[in-house]
């Protein structure tokens, strides 16, 4: 298990954990992210530090941004890195993301923007935490109330949660 010293980075890449609502256009958006606030509410005292990749919903990411997202992840110096990020395509940069040896990359979001009040956004973000710290080097989804392995999982739409891919 890595040092309690070992820091963990946080990229962020938008995603409805970071959406805000605007009347005036009767849409969400996403917004400056919130997890740096979230840590603090959760009393996390982990060093950790956050940088934005992107400012997107992850139906707008493209081949260009998880190749930004896959370079960060392989430059950065740490080697236990979260990734907030749209569900709708989160199993699609995890794909992207499973060549890099050596780094334990969990990626997480939300179902519900994080500035709501019964967003699953903390309990998940507090997963990834716990997961970034125990898991074996290889890519990884926290949703649901799960850990799941990324090559393992799916969003289900109907039933609004990630489930297990049977094989």
Do not use: C, W
């Amino acid at each position: 298990m890595p040092s309690p010293e070992t820091p963990i980075l946080v990229l962020t890449t938008g995603g409805t954990i970071d959406k805000i609502y605007f009347d005036a256009l009767s849409d969400y958006q996403v917004g400056e992210t919130v997890v740096e606030k979230l840590l603090d509410i959760g009393r996390v005292k982990r060093p950790f530090r956050i940088e934005e990749v992107v400012r997107k919903d992850s139906l707008e990411l493209d081949d260009a941004d998880r190749a930004l997202i896959r370079d960060r992840v392989a430059a950065a110096p740490e080697s236990r890195i979260i990734i907030t990020h749209g569900t709708d395509t989160m199993t699609e940069t995890a794909k992207s993301l499973s060549a890099i040896a050596g780094k334990t990359v969990v990626l997480v979001g939300a179902l519900a923007p994080a500035r709501f009040g019964e967003s699953d956004a903390s309990f998940n973000l507090g997963m990834a935490f716990a997961t970034a710290q125990l898991a074996a080097p290889g890519v990884y989804i926290t949703m649901s109330g799960s850990v799941f392995r990324a090559d393992k999982v799916m969003k289900d739409r109907e039933k609004g949660a990630f489930v297990p891919i049977d094989e």
